[in-house]
């Protein structure tokens, strides 16, 4: 691969190693030191910093076998539940720490019920039989010669901010909120494999089923199959990451996440839902009256500020940028409001991407802290006029027993340290 | 992080443990198999791949150490350029291989001068400066604190496609056209730390300089750095990727890759062009009577077939969905076009997302193969009126001289027996 004169090109390689050999042994005007931050990622190089980055010759292309990693100074990862069992368990996504609105593959978060399955692409077929007219087996390279569509969708887990029911255990946005992430999901329309099975009259609703050990499966109405399902194949320009389902995966835009199937083989369609473990035992929302609500699968609106938030410290009075996400799962934010008082006055935040459907928004607010006590809030409105709700609003008509479907108004309180943390106003 | 009876999870954990082994050993109902395809990224862990994954435990959460990796199976990787020096070369994107718009961050082309640099943000600044009524030093922190602006772009180096001015020399669409990439980047207009510095009134160009080894520097006409240019930190959700110029690079929406300077440290404010080495010596245009153009900035509507592309082979006559990519510097893809028949008539070609200023845009077009040597071509059309030239069209007004901004529609010849070639047709 190097014709050109690779003698003369070994020596004056020789020549650059020997420049950064000098420069962190500390006698060139390189400098290199330790930077304190750098601790990089699990299993990642470690690069020496030098003083002046011009005056050292950089790493070369490819040195990574061409598919490139973090800098070692971007540390942040998934946080692990405090669960008994690591394959029936979750992870947290970073919020406070993604930049824009996509969430990084590898920061995506986890919800396992029996681990993270290994399947071979080669041999993984999608069978689609019930109530249609000729049932179909799928095979991956199928579906890829199909028309695709290309959207970004978020995906929450509708157990997401649980931890909120009765009292402010989250002590950061990750542990309230980050069971949240958005990606440019890839794959084909429901609707174009139910043209070409042939839906029968009756068909209701669909059972989708999943290749992991616990065999998730989920009952999903055929209106919101046949609106915007998609079997997705493509996230963030690759493949899906295997924590989301590869080499298939059911995206339900809005629909909680559990519904969601990763690892998908199979879709049933039936006249009636299957009533199946995970949506009559598990994935159910029980009211103050003992009685539990089954099918809540559109998620609410509901916001969250990122920065600040709770375990972060600001440093002095002065101007900020608060920043936060918003997300529903009936169509559009609309609007996306800041309180200062506890919710008696809200103001209009400044939503920074132009809002797409079933997608999260960043919005940001200029605020001066005059370093007094303060509690910060946001609000999502939705395009069909709903109002994110505060606890008080919540609670009276939900309970306290419930576990998903938690989107009250976050409350994070600056103290006059400075110190953020989780309240309940 | 294990309260809950950690003893007795041991136990549960060896007996997956040991369903595993027995699978494994195909003694079990979930009998494993080497997977021929499996050889996973440099260093990734090769799991074993059960004969049916709903009769092993999947691993467990944060395996990964927290930062998720792709699945063994996808083993795509960026090719390097075939030359002396790995410091001053690049990488291609495995356009054919990625899925969506957005190129993986670990799949980004790459093209450095004097390698990558190891930058801490920490000690990292932007000097902004010359024509300016109060210079400015800006902490990435500060940076951070200012409205953001999130937009997805492409970057295509203006050498790419370089091996076709005289012969068809590249043998696969990662070698044509691999040096071009699409990402979602964050960061604050120019325009906004104008304001903070104010400009004065003879202020007509702007000096980029990065703080690589090469002290990589372009001059750019203050009207698009006013217009559109954005100081980046965030690359799809993350910070930027060393290779892109962690931890500040200054994006041009639509501009030669060259001049949307990486590891962005100082920008000068000027009355006239910098006349630097890379926009006197390298990055012009040599046209047929020996001058050279100087400053072709923004890169014209160009569009590439990648499935099927070289070194492909279609295993038999039959339905296949057409596949690519269309681009365009100067605001949006209006149209695609495919021809079957060497140019003599143009049908449309689906786009398969909505179309964004400076984005490439997917395209498809159903295809039935006879069985017969044919020609497959795309051209793009942009939002100006702008149509794609032939070969022919092109070589006459540039000659064969030139490096850089080659745009003719490329071609692709299926032979009898299904091998894929590139012509010039």
């Known amino acids: 691969m190097r014709p050109n004169a690779p003698g003369d090109w ?19 005007a390189g400098r ?13 190089v470690l690069y020496d910093v030098p003083e002046d980055s011009t005056k050292v010759m950089g790493r070369g292309v490819h040195e990574d076998g061409g598919y490139g990693t973090r800098s070692q100074f971007e540390t942040e990862v998934r946080v692990k539940a405090d669960n008994p069992s690591d394959v029936t368990s979750w992870t947290f996504t970073p919020l406070a720490s993604t930049i824009g609105n996509l969430t990084p593959s590898g920061l995506h978060f986890e919800r396992h019920h029996g681990g993270i399955p290994v399947i071979d692409p080669a ?12 049932p179909k087996k799928f095979a991956l390279a199928d579906l890829k010669s199909l028309p695709s569509i290309t959207r970004k969708y978020f ?17 950061s946005v990750q542990f309230t909120h980050g069971l949240l992430s958005t990606s440019e999901w890839t794959g084909v329309p429901f609707a174009t494999l139910a043209r070409a099975v042939g839906l029968k009259e009756t068909s209701a609703w669909v059972l989708a089923e999943g290749g992991d050990a616990a065999v998730m499966t989920r009952s999903i109405p055929i209106e919101k199959m046949l609106s915007d399902a998609l079997i997705v194949y493509g996230q963030n320009g690759e493949a899906l990451r295997p924590e989301q389902g590869y080499p298939l995966r059911l995206v339900l835009p809005g629909y909680e996440g559990n519904t969601q199937i990763k690892w998908l083989r199979r879709l049933q ?13 598990a994935y159910t929302d029980l009211m103050k009256d003992g009685r539990a609500k089954l099918y809540t699968l559109a998620m609410d609106a509901k916001s969250v500020i990122t920065f600040p938030s709770g375990e972060m410290m600001l440093p002095k009075p002065g101007h900020y940028m608060i920043q936060g996400f918003a997300w529903t799962g009936r169509g559009r934010v609309q609007a996306v409001d800041i ?19 079933m997608c999260t928004v960043r919005f940001s607010f200029p605020w001066h802290w005059d370093g007094g006590p303060v509690v910060l809030q946001s609000r999502c409105i939705d ?3 709903y109002v994110q709700p505060t606890r008080d609003q919540l609670i009276p008509l939900r309970g306290e027993n419930a576990i998903y479907h938690y989107n009250a108004i976050q409350s994070w309180a600056i103290a006059a340290d400075g110190s953020v943390k989780n309240v309940h106003v």
């Open 339 to 357: 309180s200062l008082d506890k919710g008696k006055t809200w103001l209009p935040a400044r939503i920074d991407n132009v809002p797409e459907p």
């Open 269 to 281: 369609v039936s006249d009636r839902p299957f009533m199946t473990r995970e949506e009559t035992s």
């Open 383 to 385: 395009e069909t006029g």
């Open 155 to 171: 995906i929450e887990c509708s157990g997401n901010t649980l931890s909120e029911w009765s009292k402010p255990k989250g002590t």
């Open 32 to 44: 290199a030191y330790a930077a304190a931050n750098a601790k990089g990622p699990p299993g990642s």
């Open 10 to 28: 070994d020596r004056r390689k020789l020549l650059f190693a020997g420049a950064a050999a000098t420069a962190a042994s500390g006698l060139g």
């Open 123 to 134: 041999r993984h077929e999608l069978f689609l039989h019930g109530l249609v007219d000729v």
